[in-house]
C-alpha cells in the first residue's frame, strides 16, 4: 500500500455497529464482548469514534459516564495491521475535543492497557497512583 492510500480514511462518529464493535475488540486483542453487553454498552455511550479505511473498520474510540462528573475512554482499539500509522492519535484527537466540551469538574479518567499508556500521556493523562489506585471487578 502506498503512503497516500494508508492514510485515506473515514470519520464516523457515534455510529459503531455491534458486530463491527464485537470484531474490532476482538482482533485488537482486548476483550471479547457478547451481542447483548454490546448492544447495551453502544446505545448508552456519550461519544463514539469509529474509523474505516476504504470502507473497512480499522479503528475506534468511545467514552462513557455521566457526561457531568465522571466519564471513562474506553475501547481505544486499531486494528493490528494499522498499528503506527497515526490512527490511534486519530482518534484520541476527537476523543479529546469531545472531553473538552464537558464540565470542567468532570473527572476523565481510563485503563492504559500495556504501552498505550504513550499515547494517552501525549493528551495530558497521567498516572493517578499514589494518589489513587485503579481497581476492577470481573476482571
Known sequence: MDEQRKYMIQIIENQIPVETYRMLRSASGLSEKTTEAAERGLKNSLYSILIEQEDLP????????????FCQVVD????PEHQGNGIGKVIMEHIITYIEKLPESCYVSLIA??????LYEKFGFKDTLPRSRGMGLKV
Open 76 to 79: 481505544i482499539c486499531v486494528l
Open 58 to 69: 480499522i479503528g475506534m474510540g468511545r467514552i462513557i459516564g455521566d457526561g457531568g462528573c
Open 113 to 118: 492497557d500495556g504501552d498505550a499508556y504513550r
